[in-house]
């Protein structure tokens, strides 16, 4: 069995991310669309990272030669991201963490209730 460094491996799904996200953006800025990026709730780089890590799993962990994995990656990586739209499936909103912090934080200097 090949292995490699584990800073190769996790290049490889940060690649994946970057190249999957910036692929989409160019789309949207071509077509004029408002990018799934910057939308609230939108399963988009979250898809990547997961399909990502298969891809690793396959070609370097149970050495599946590497068109296999990679049409095994894209195919997840499509059906997850088109199951997410046709189910309007969201990520929970964003927080400030800095404002949840400063609430436990005032939360701890009253005591316990």
Known sequence: MLML??????????LGV??????GVIRDVLLGER?????????????ALP????????????EVPAPLAEAAAIAGASLLRLTAMWHRWR???????????????????RGPP
């Open 5 to 14: 460094p584990v800073y190769l491996e996790l290049g490889a799904v940060g």
């Open 18 to 23: 970057v190249t999957s996200v910036g692929g």
């Open 35 to 47: 990018t799934a990026l910057v939308a609230p709730g939108e399963l988009f780089a979250s898809v």
């Open 51 to 62: 399909c990502g890590l298969l891809y690793v799993a396959l070609a370097v962990g149970l």
């Open 91 to 109: 990520l929970p909103p964003r927080f400030d963490l800095l404002q949840l912090l400063d609430r436990l934080q005032a939360r701890r200097q």
